[in-house]
Nanobody, 115 residues
Framework: VQLQASGGGLVQAGGSMTLSCVAS????????IGWYRRFPGSQREVVAQ????????TYADAVKGRFTITRDSAKNMVFLQMNSLKPEDTAVYFC?????????WGQGTLVTVSS
């Protein structure tokens, strides 16, 4: 599975931004697809994901009500709409796909929220 993310950049607090990710390659059998983020000096943490075993996506508590994950299955794309951004959302965001027990990552895109 290859993942190509786009979006990211600098935004003021309270603003919005959308991240996009397109999946290619061996995408059959993907169990979960979504977004993680990594703060400086920390491990990656899940932000939002679609799971094949669930009807609704899951969100980290810190982003519930502000971020929305959507997907376009026909185009093999997943999006992360981020609203009401806060400086503490500043991180490198990664597109992620889990397939047959293996975790795949996009290249990461930096989101910087200025106060």
């Amino acid at each position: 599975v290859q993942l190509q993310a786009s979006g990211g950049g600098l935004v003021q607090a309270g603003g919005s931004m959308t991240l996009s990710c397109v999946a290619s390659g061996a995408i059959n059998g993907i169990d979960a697809i979504g977004w993680y983020r990594r703060f400086p000096g920390s491990q990656r943490e899940v932000v939002a994901q679609f799971h094949t075993s669930a009807n609704m996506p899951t969100y980290a508590d810190a982003v519930k009500g502000r971020f929305t994950i959507t997907r376009d299955s026909a185009k093999n794309m997943v999006f992360l709409q981020m609203n009401s951004l806060k400086p503490e959302d500043t991180a490198v965001y990664f597109c992620n796909a889990d397939r047959w027990g293996k975790r795949h990552w996009g290249q990461g895109t930096l989101v910087t929220v200025s106060s």
